[in-house]
């Protein structure tokens, strides 16, 4: 069974502390791991992706990924968030066995409190 | 910022009615996604085109929905007769060929009376 996961439905923080939003998967083959912001009744945001490589990728507005094949995980993590990182954040897989679709995870609320 | 646009950005229709969403994908990518997402933010694929190929699609989209990306026009997806079920917000997005990345649209938020 091909799943991904995300274990936290809600993480709440403080302006500038850091956040880790947390993200696994269960998938064979080859995989596109990216993850992607919605703030509220808006469409989908590209943060950044990994296929190979660095594991760790960085993306747009201080976000960072690492991907880890053994604890098959693709974490989203920033080190100072501010109020407007509040969102719903979601990971997304694309595998070479599922064609060229995207996989998504149930996502994370993210709330920033001032 | 992703150049993908969507219209109408809402959509009201009763049930039995058409429902019909365009899409314009960004330029110099041919191809081109439909997503659902519900209002449990859980994501269906429904199909997707390469230029004016349909590559997959769900069996869903098989019966009630229809989709084309003609030559030169916006594409587009349409529901023939809405369902309650169908009210979700519908996302379009488009990638370069050989490119991962999908970039979204703002989406098309239908509501089925």
């Known amino acids: 069974t091909q799943t991904v996961s995300q274990s936290d439905a809600h993480v709440t923080v403080f302006e500038g502390d850091s956040v880790e939003l947390r993200c696994n998967y269960s998938?064979?083959?080859?995989?596109?791991l990216s993850w992607y912001i919605q703030h509220h009744g808006r469409g989908l945001q590209f943060l950044l992706k990994?296929?190979?490589?660095?594991?760790v990728v960085q993306g747009v507005n201080g976000f960072k990924a690492e991907f880890s094949k053994s604890d098959s995980s693709f974490h989203l993590r920033k080190a100072s968030v501010h109020w407007s990182d509040s969102a719903v954040y979601f990971c997304?897989?694309?595998?070479?066995?599922?064609?060229?679709?995207?996989?998504f995870g149930q996502g994370t609320i993210l709330k920033v409190y001032l | 910022n992703s150049k993908v646009i969507q219209t109408p950005r809402y959509l009201v229709k009763g049930q039995g009615q058409k429902a019909k969403m365009r899409c314009i994908p960004e330029?110099?990518?041919?191809?081109v996604f439909w997503y659902q997402q519900n209002k449990n933010n859980e994501f269906k694929f429904l199909i997707n085109?390469?230029?004016?190929?349909?590559?997959?699609q769900i069996d869903m989209t098989e019966k009630r929905f229809s989709a084309e990306c003609p030559s030169n026009s916006p594409c587009s997806l349409e529901i023939q007769s809405s369902e309650a079920g169908d009210s979700a917000l519908y996302l379009c997005?488009?990638?370069?060929?050989?490119?991962?990345?999908?970039?979204f649209g703002p989406g098309t938020r239908l509501l089925v009376l």
């Open positions: 997005a488009s990638s370069g060929q050989n490119q991962d990345t999908q970039y």
């Open positions: 998938y064979g083959g080859s995989i596109y």
């Open positions: 330029k110099g990518h041919p191809v």
């Open positions: 997304a897989v694309r595998s070479t066995s599922s064609g060229q679709k995207l996989v």
């Open positions: 990994y296929y190979s490589g660095n594991p």
């Open positions: 085109f390469q230029n004016q190929e349909v590559l997959q």
